[in-house]
């Protein structure tokens, strides 16, 4: 304990604390950065100028920074709308994977396809495999009571060695000299930039979902049974909610908008099936979520400056030829200091009088 | 808990050289613009009872909780022994003497009596368990709470864990010992128990404080009674003074207030709920019916099959086949066609956890059972809830009256008022209500009494209740359950029919009363 300090319990709650404490983790983070770059013999100035710089220096850094956000912003929403409910879905990153099989499998399936229809068909798929990847654990917990954090978590490693298995097998492009990925999507598949920009249109899309999640559950029926569901099962059945169709519905669409971040990295950023598509975005959601605590809009800000984290860290490893699980260090050390100082919100330090 | 059948030791009267233990000096403590205690000046001496009666919302909790060091007074200062305090912890204030029971026990459950008494204790790191049983069953010998040393917290009856809790602070050698109405949890045997207990501890030098609203407990069990009404102390009263709880219920409100109350007759109508021959899930055929215009009581020692009864009539467990009628619809075909309108209303005991969102605003809170009323298509008319969310805040005088408060910002009694007025807005035919006046205080226990008896123009009432006297007051017919079978049906019109309640909840039945 610090001595001159001491705890106490807040009366009344702190009104800017949620942003006092979100700007404190982060700096607290951004400090002990700087030491870990110190470790390792760099300099932190120069390490956190360009890791600043980096992520929001350039034209081309944010560009990079608003393209990764999108889905990781998609997959938050998703997870988001389940941790409503109290239902803990930690499987986005599977149901991510499914929801690019989906869409990989229309687009080689119908590569000649107007793109008015070939688009809507890669999203309904996209969103079909996600959301059925989703509720398996959903099912499972419902008949047999299993718990959904571990089926959602080790169900992310079968949807990866799926991913694997098409990619390395009936899939592969056979003009890719063996390495394991499928052929280029055709240009009916492919999302392309918006104006001219290297920025493409799932960008308005997360915004148009976004628009819609908050409305959905601000003004419909199911929305607010869902807010009033997360009491749990007991609460639901007084209220006559029907609690499994509920578990069902939420885990569905919480694969589903997985699903459709999946679809659109591999038509808007990739062009194609490969295993490099699976870098975590699907956990990096759950950080999101939980720091924009379930809020739409905040959701969108937390993905932007993660997204914007992961490009720097980008670029730190280049400059500086800093290992890459530094990013998920500093990503995970952001989420921690921010869990960390939630403690106060509850609580407030106060000068210790000279008479104690 | 109605009658108090037990010999209290005589009273000790005050002597001049006395000196308090602890004193409260002007304390002052505000939230916000509220002010939650004004002015507060009490004295605590050792080896008496001090009742603390009043309302909910009076200022009780807030008061014990800055003798317990979890606020701090804005004015004013607590004395303990005549040396000035600043608690800035629970921790300062248990290791200055003062120790608190809470209504909420905390405890663990998978370990034993012993174990939780020692838990959090200096001294060795590894104690005997022989040893440490051993002293905790002299500790419990000495002050006559009789519970299994050796014994898991979760094997435990809410009597023997209060025990523990009790135990828990005298290891602790706690000199100012506080109860926060600690017979809410207790049967009418285990209260008398307790009672027995502060007692004891009372004349080993003790220092107690009661909080409570039940009349009838504090005039039976106190030396002092403190009557604390709007965060200030009204008055202080010598039990053996009081012409009649009336008139102590008077002073603890501020008006005249009846403890009993006018039931008009009303003319019984059609069968809302037909129990038939229902057996399982720890009940015995169970058979009875509630007609609309009546009310009929369910009284009985908890845990005798109140819960699996309610919960099955309630839809919270599905009932064998054919055994449950309801609105002259079987189980399965209400529950399948329930309509949010002129249907089942359950208003449980568990409020905030199971009646209301605690994290939720009024408007959300009114629309969970009525949210179906306020559909179009898939969207919801918040505007028309919110409407009418504010006409029901007003009519019902749920306070604080905005209706952007969250539940668990809601004191008990306004809490109850919001889910009665919410579910006396769909009109339904039957009411469950559960022990719907538990932990109110007298006038918002009248104002529930009153709406209840006058919906009995549209529904029917199955009351249960633990609190004889609510049967007595509102219902037409009590039912004694014992162990998961109806003992006796009785008709409250007949004068006999108090003194058969007794016995038959303890199981006893003389002749062929069924």
Redesign the interface.
């Given at each position: 304990m610090l001595t001159g300090f001491?705890?106490?319990?807040r009366?009344?709650p702190w009104k800017w604390g949620a942003l006092v404490i979100f700007l404190g983790a982060l700096l607290i983070s951004l400090l002990i950065s700087a030491f870990l770059l110190e470790g390792q013999g760099k300099s932190a100035i120069d390490g956190l100028f360009i890791l600043w710089d980096g992520s929001f220096g350039h034209v081309w850094a944010l560009e990079g920074a608003l393209l990764k956000a999108v889905p990781i912003f998609l997959c938050s929403l998703g997870v988001a709308i389940s941790f409503r409910m109290q239902i803990w879905n930690i499987g986005a990153e599977g149901q991510f994977a499914l929801g690019a099989i989906g869409a990989t499998w229309m687009a080689l399936s119908f590569p000649h396809l107007h793109w008015t229809l070939l688009m809507p068909l890669m999203f309904i798929m996209a969103f079909l495999l996600g959301g059925l990847w989703a509720g398996i654990p959903a099912a499972l917990k419902l008949k047999l009571k299993v718990n959904e954090i571990i089926s959602t978590l080790m169900l992310n490693y079968i949807a990866i060695l799926l991913l694997d298995y098409l990619v390395f097998g009936i899939w592969k492009d056979p003009s890719s000299y063996g390495f394991p990925m499928t052929p280029k999507f055709s240009e009916n598949a492919r999302i392309l930039g918006m104006f001219g920009s290297s920025v493409h249109w799932g960008v308005a899309l997360c915004v148009a979902v976004g628009a819609a999640f908050w409305a959905f559950m601000?003004?419909?029926?199911?929305g607010?049974?869902l807010?009033?569901s997360g009491?749990g099962p007991?609460?639901a059945?007084?209220?006559?909610m029907p609690y499994g169709f509920l578990v069902m519905f939420v885990m569905c669409m919480s694969g589903g908008l997985a699903g459709w971040a999946g679809c659109v990295e591999v038509a808007g950023t990739t062009g194609r099936l490969e295993p490099s598509l699976m870098v975590g975005y699907g956990y990096t959601a759950i950080v999101v979520a939980w720091l924009a605590r379930l809020e739409p809009l905040n959701i969108a800000f937390a993905s932007f400056l993660l997204a914007a984290l992961r490009v720097g860290v980008e670029n730190l490893q280049l400059e500086l030829q800093i290992p890459a699980a530094f990013g998920e260090i500093m990503e995970g050390m952001i989420l921690l200091s921010v869990l960390a100082g939630q403690f106060f919100l509850t609580y407030k330090l106060?000068r210790r009088?000279l008479?104690? | 808990m109605s009658t108090c059948d037990f010999i209290r030791p005589a009273r000790k009267p005050l002597t001049e050289n006395e000196v308090p233990v602890v004193r409260l000096v002007g304390v002052t403590k505000r939230?916000?613009k509220v002010v939650a205690n004004n002015n507060i000046n009490l004295d605590l001496y050792p080896g008496r009872i001090k009742a603390l009666l009043g309302e909910n919302g009076a200022g009780k909790s807030t008061m014990m909780s800055m003798l317990a060091g979890?606020?701090?007074p804005d004015e004013g200062h607590i004395e303990i022994d005549g040396k000035v305090m600043?608690f800035?912890?629970s921790k300062e204030a248990i290791n200055a003497g003062i120790g608190m029971v809470y209504q909420h026990f905390m405890l663990v459950e998978s370990m034993t009596v012993a174990q939780n008494v020692l838990l959090g204790q200096t001294g060795g790191f590894f104690i005997n368990p022989k040893e440490m049983e051993k002293r905790v069953g002299e500790l419990a010998g000495r002050f006559g709470l009789d519970v299994a040393p050796g014994a898991r917290v979760c094997d435990l009856s809410m009597g023997e864990k209060q025990r523990v809790e009790i135990l828990k602070l005298l290891y602790r050698d706690s000199r100012i010992l506080i109860f926060d109405e600690p017979t809410a949890v207790l049967t009418p045997e285990e209260t008398i128990r307790l009672f027995e207990a502060l007692w004891k501890m009372a004349e080993q030098g003790k220092s107690i404080v009661f909080i409570s609203h039940k009349l009838e407990e504090v005039l039976a069990l106190a030396d002092d009674i403190a009557i604390l009404r709007r965060g200030v102390i009204e008055g202080e009263v010598d039990p053996d003074c009081v012409e009649s709880k009336a008139d102590l219920a008077c002073r603890m409100v501020g008006k005249e207030v009846i403890l009993e109350i006018d039931r008009a007759p009303m003319e019984s109508g059609k069968p809302v709920l037909e129990v038939r021959n229902l057996s399982g899930m720890g009940l015995n055929e169970v058979d009875f019916e509630v007609r609309q215009g009546e009310i009929v009581a369910l009284v009985g020692v908890a845990g005798n099959g109140q819960k699996p009864l309610v919960e099955s009539i309630?839809?919270?467990r599905k009932p064998p086949r054919d055994t449950i009628v309801i609105g002259g619809k079987p189980w399965r075909r209400f529950?399948a066609e329930?309509t949010?309108k002129r249907s089942l209303s359950?208003i449980?005991e568990d409020r905030l956890?199971?009646?209301t969102?605690?994290e939720?605003d009024m408007v959300?809170n009114i629309?969970?059972?009525t949210?179906?009323g306020f559909?179009i298509g898939?969207?919801?008319d918040?505007k028309r809830a919110s409407t009418e969310t504010v006409g029901l805040v007003e009519k019902f005088d749920i306070r604080p009256g905005r209706i952007q408060a969250l539940a668990w910002q809601l004191s008990g009694g306004n809490l109850q008022k919001a889910v009665l007025a919410r579910e006396l807005y769909r009109e339904p035919v039957l009411i469950v209500a559960e022990q719907p006046t538990q932990g109110l205080d007298i006038s918002a226990t009248e104002e529930v009494w009153k709406r209840l008896l006058e919906v009995r123009a549209m529904a029917g009432i199955l009351l249960v209740t633990g609190d004889l006297n609510e049967a007595l007051q509102l219902a037409d017919r009590i039912a004694v359950i014992y162990n998961g079978r109806i003992l006796g049906m009785l008709p409250t019109s007949d004068k006999a029919t108090p003194d058969k309640i007794g016995p038959l909840m303890a199981g006893i039945v003389e002749e062929a009363a069924v």
């Open positions: 001491k705890l106490r319990k009366d009344e601000r003004y419909t029926r199911l607010y049974e807010k009033a009491q007991r609460v059945k007084y209220a006559g106060e009088k008479s104690d | 939230f916000g979890r606020y701090k600043d800035s912890s309630c839809g919270l529950f329930s949010w359950y449980p956890g199971l009646a969102l605690r939720c959300d629309l969970l059972t949210r179906k559909a898939p969207w919801l918040k």
